[in-house]
C-alpha cells in the first residue's frame, strides 16, 4: 500500500510537471500574434494606398503642395510601417526573406521621404514631389509581396497551432487515463486492504474473545487452585490440631527422658508441616487477593512484648540473646493489623534465629527522619543478626518464590522458601515493604516499614462529643440482645444508671419477637449470640411489616473491631457500631449522637480520657486494669461490679475446660468463639490479663502452633485464681474463707 501511494505521487508529480511544459509551449504558441502581423500589413498597405493617391494629388494640384495633408498620410504610413518593426512582429516574419527584402526596400523609400519632410524644410517644390513618384509607385508590388508573405506565414502559423493543441489534447487524454488508472489501482488496493483489516479485526476479535476465555479459564482455575489450596490446608490443619493438641495433653502425664524425646521430635515435625501448611494458604489468598487487613488500635509495646515472649524460647534454644527495644518517640498507640504485623516479625526474627548460632537477634523499632512532616512517616522494625550473612548473588533473590538463603543440596535448614514473599507481600498491601542488606560472615539487617498511624487522635471525637453540654435526660426504651449473664449484668448496670429502661433476650430469635411486639427505642445487638446472629436477626427487623418496628435504630455490640465486621453490620442495616468492652462514656455518645444530647444523663469524660480506648488496651498485663475498673463503678456500686466478676470467675474452670477440649478436638473455631466470648466479658470486668489471654487464643487459634495454643489455655486457667486474688486486694471481692483446721 505504501509503495504504491509513492508510485502515485511520483506519477502526479510527472504528470504535473508535462502539464506545465504543455501550457507554457500552448502559451508561446498563442503569444506569437501571427494575427497581428497580418492586421498591420493590410494596415500598412491601405495608409500607403492613401499615401500615393494624396501624392498624386499634390502633384497634380496647382502651387502650392497641400503640404499639411501630404504630411499627414506620410507620417501615419510611416507609423504603420513602424509597427512591423517591433519585436513580436520580427519573430513571426524572421523565418520569410521575401517580407525582409520589400521591407528594406520600403525603409530605403522612407529615408529618402523624411528628407523631403523633415521640419529643415518648410516647403517643397511640385518637381521634387513628382520626382519620387515613381519610387513611391514601385513600392505597391514590395507592400503587396508582403501582406502575401505575411498571410502564408500566418496560415503556417495557425497549422502548427492546430498541430500543438491537437498534441497537448492528446498528451492531456494520456495523463488522464494514466491517472485514471492509477486512481482506480489505488481505489482496487485500497479496497483489498481494508479488506484485509477487516478481517484482521475480526481474527482480533476471535482472537480476543478465545483470550477472554481463556483468561476466565485461568482465574477460575486459579480461584480453583485458591479454593482447592484452602480447602485442603482447613482440611489438613484440623487433625494436625488435634494431633498436637494431644501431644500437648500427653507432656502433662508422666512419661520417661526418653519417651519425652520423641515427643518433642513429634511435637517439632508437627509443627513444621502446619507451618508448611500456614505459608501454602497465606500464599493462595494473597495470590486470589482475598487477604484484607484488619487494623485496629495497638499498644505498639505490649505487641513487642508479646512477639518477645513466643520467640525467645527458640533464641535460648540456641544460646543466642534476644533484643527487642523501641525508640522514645515511638508512639504508644498505633493503628496497625497486628496479627500480620506479628506474622512479619515473627517470620524476619524466626529466620535471624535460624541463620545464627552465635551472638545475638535484634529487633529495634524508630521512625523514619521524615516522621516531623506527618503524613510521610513510617514506623520501621529493623531485625538484625549475627549469622552467617547472605552473598550478593543471593540477595537479590530472597524474597522470590522457593528461593532460600541456603540452598544446598545438604541445607540445614527446612521452610518452603515462602516465608519471605509472604512478609513481603503482607508489607506492601499494609503500604509499606520489606528490604534487606548483608554480608556473608557477617550477618543480616531486614527492614520492614509500615505506613505511621498514630492511634491518639482517635480519643479526639469522642472526649469532644462527651463534653458537650448535656440537655436533661429523656429515658428511652432499650432492647439488649445479649447472651452472656455477666455481660447482661453489665449493660443493666450501665442503662439503668443513665435512666434508661431495658429488657434482655438471649438470641437473635428473641430479639426479632420481642422487636415485633414491643416498642423500643433502641436496639443493641450482640454479633455473637446461639439459634441466630446479631447480623441476621437485624436483617429480619429490618423486613418487619410494622414500619416502626422495621426502622428502630439498632446498634452493633462486639469485641471485633475491624472495618470488615463494621461494614457486614452497616450492610445488614445498623446504625452504629459499639466495640467492647462498652463503658459509660461510649454509650453515652452513641445515644447522643442517635437521639441527640436530651437522651443522655450527665457523664463525666475523665476517666475515659485516662483510659483512652479500652478495646485498644486488650493486650494490657495487669490483672486488674484499675482504668477500666474506675470507668465501671461510675455505673455501678463496688458490691454491684463485685458479683459480676465473681460470677465470671466462678465461670473460669468451665471455660478453660471448654478450651481445653477444643484444643483436643482440633476445633479451632470452637476456640476462637469460646475465646472471643471470654475476652468480651474480661474487657468489661476489667480482668486486663484474662482478656489479653483471651485475645492471644482468638487471633492464634487458625495458625499458632498447637503447643503453644495449648499454652496459652494453660495461662488462662492459671490467671483466673491470680485475677481473683488482684480484684479480692482491690477490694472488689470479699477473701475467701479460710478453711477449717
Not at 478465545?210 to 479454593?227: F, I, M, N
Not at 535471624?352 to 527522619?369: E, H, N, P, Y
Not at 445488614?572 to 462514656?585: E, Y
Request: with cysteine.
Amino acid at each position: 500500500m505504501t509503495l504504491l501511494a509513492l508510485a502515485l505521487g511520483v506519477v502526479l508529480a510527472v504528470a504535473v510537471w508535462v502539464q506545465l511544459n504543455q501550457v507554457e509551449r500552448l502559451t508561446q504558441t498563442l503569444q506569437a500574434g501571427a494575427e497581428m502581423v497580418v492586421l498591420d500589413v493590410h494596415q500598412a498597405e491601405s495608409e500607403y494606398l492613401r499615401l500615393r493617391e494624396q501624392w498624386q494629388h499634390a502633384v497634380d494640384a496647382p502651387p502650392p503642395p497641400d503640404r499639411a495633408a501630404l504630411q499627414f498620410r506620410y507620417e501615419i504610413w510611416v507609423s504603420r510601417i513602424g509597427l512591423l518593426r517591433g519585436e513580436r512582429r520580427a519573430k513571426v516574419m524572421r523565418s520569410s526573406p521575401e517580407f525582409e527584402a520589400a521591407l528594406g526596400r520600403v525603409d530605403a523609400f522612407v529615408v529618402q521621404a523624411d528628407r523631403l519632410f523633415a521640419p529643415a524644410t518648410p516647403t517643397y517644390r511640385r518637381e521634387d514631389l513628382e520626382a519620387m513618384l515613381p519610387a513611391l509607385r514601385a513600392l505597391n508590388g514590395d507592400l503587396h509581396e508582403m501582406s502575401v508573405s505575411a498571410a502564408l506565414h500566418v496560415s503556417e502559423q495557425l497549422t502548427q497551432r492546430h498541430l500543438a493543441l491537437r498534441r497537448h489534447n492528446q498528451v492531456a487524454l494520456a495523463l488522464t487515463a494514466s491517472l485514471l488508472a492509477l486512481v482506480l489501482a489505488f481505489a482496487w488496493v485500497a479496497w483489498r486492504q481494508l479488506r484485509q483489516l477487516d478481517e484482521r479485526r475480526r481474527s482480533l476479535e476471535h482472537l480476543t474473545g478465545v483470550l477472554r476465555v481463556a483468561r476466565h479459564d485461568a482465574e477460575a482455575a486459579s480461584h480453583a487452585k485458591s479454593t482447592f489450596l484452602a480447602n485442603m490446608s482447613h482440611e489438613l490443619r484440623t487433625p494436625f490440631q488435634g494431633l498436637l493438641g494431644m501431644l500437648s495433653l500427653l507432656r502433662e502425664t508422666g512419661m520417661n527422658p526418653r519417651q519425652i524425646d520423641y515427643l518433642r521430635t513429634a511435637t517439632e515435625s508437627a509443627d513444621h508441616l502446619l507451618a508448611l501448611l500456614n505459608d501454602i494458604l497465606d500464599m493462595s489468598q494473597l495470590e486470589a487477593g482475598r487477604l484484607t487487613l484488619m487494623p485496629s488500635t495497638v499498644d505498639l509495646r505490649v505487641l513487642l512484648r508479646e512477639v518477645e515472649a513466643l520467640m525467645r524460647p527458640q533464641a535460648a534454644a540456641k544460646n543466642l540473646a534476644l533484643h527487642i527495644d523501641a525508640e522514645p518517640g515511638v508512639p504508644e498507640r498505633v493503628l496497625l493489623d497486628a496479627t500480620r504485623v506479628k506474622q512479619v516479625l515473627f517470620n524476619l526474627i524466626g529466620n535471624a534465629i535460624k541463620f545464627s548460632d552465635q551472638g545475638a537477634v535484634v529487633l529495634d523499632v524508630r521512625l523514619t527522619a521524615a516522621a516531623a512532616e506527618g503524613p510521610s512517616a513510617m514506623l520501621e522494625f529493623v531485625v538484625s543478626d549475627t549469622g552467617i550473612g547472605i552473598d550478593a548473588e543471593t540477595l537479590p533473590l530472597l524474597f522470590q518464590r522457593f528461593v532460600r538463603a541456603d540452598a544446598t543440596p545438604a541445607r540445614r535448614h527446612g521452610g518452603t522458601g515462602l516465608g519471605l514473599e509472604i512478609s513481603r507481600n503482607l508489607a506492601r498491601l499494609m503500604g509499606g515493604d520489606i528490604t534487606a542488606s548483608s554480608q556473608p560472615g557477617e550477618g543480616s539487617r531486614f527492614c520492614f516499614s509500615v505506613p505511621l498511624h498514630d492511634a491518639r487522635v482517635d480519643l479526639v471525637v469522642p472526649l469532644v462529643d462527651a463534653t458537650e453540654d448535656a440537655q436533661p435526660a429523656q429515658p428511652l426504651r432499650v432492647l439488649v440482645a445479649e447472651d452472656h449473664p455477666v455481660n447482661r449484668q453489665y449493660l443493666a448496670a450501665l442503662l439503668e444508671n443513665m435512666g434508661h429502661r431495658t429488657r434482655f433476650v438471649g438470641n437473635g430469635d428473641e430479639a426479632v419477637t420481642a422487636a415485633a411486639e414491643e416498642r423500643f427505642d433502641l436496639v443493641l445487638m450482640d454479633l455473637h449470640m446461639p439459634v441466630t446472629d446479631g447480623l441476621t436477626a437485624t436483617r429480619t427487623i429490618r423486613a418487619l411489616p410494622d414500619r416502626v418496628a422495621a426502622t428502630v435504630p439498632i446498634v452493633a455490640l462486639t469485641a471485633d473491631a475491624f472495618p470488615e465486621t463494621r461494614d457486614r453490620c452497616m450492610v445488614a442495616g445498623m446504625n452504629d457500631f459499639l466495640t467492647k468492652p462498652v463503658s459509660a462514656q461510649k454509650l453515652a455518645v452513641t445515644i447522643r449522637r442517635l437521639f441527640g444530647a436530651g437522651a443522655t444523663s450527665d457523664i463525666e469524660p475523665q476517666a475515659e480520657a485516662k483510659g483512652g480506648d479500652a478495646a485498644a488496651g486488650h493486650m494490657s498485663l495487669p490483672l486488674l486494669d484499675p482504668v477500666s475498673v474506675a470507668t465501671a463503678l461510675e455505673t455501678m456500686s463496688p458490691e454491684r461490679l463485685g458479683a459480676m466478676i465473681a460470677a465470671f470467675l466462678d465461670q473460669g474452670p468451665a471455660m478453660a475446660q471448654r478450651l481445653r477440649v477444643a484444643v483436643r478436638d482440633g476445633q479451632p473455631l470452637e476456640l476462637s468463639v469460646q475465646a472471643h466470648a471470654a475476652r468480651g466479658v474480661a474487657l468489661n470486668l476489667g480482668l486486663a490479663a484474662l482478656a489479653s489471654t483471651a485475645q492471644s487464643l482468638q487471633d492464634g487459634a487458625s495458625h499458632l502452633p498447637a503447643h503453644e495454643v495449648a499454652r496459652l489455655v494453660q495461662r488462662f486457667e492459671e490467671q483466673i485464681p491470680r485475677s481473683r486474688e488482684a480484684a479480692e486486694l482491690a477490694g472488689l471481692l470479699q477473701p475467701a474463707p479460710m478453711p477449717a483446721k
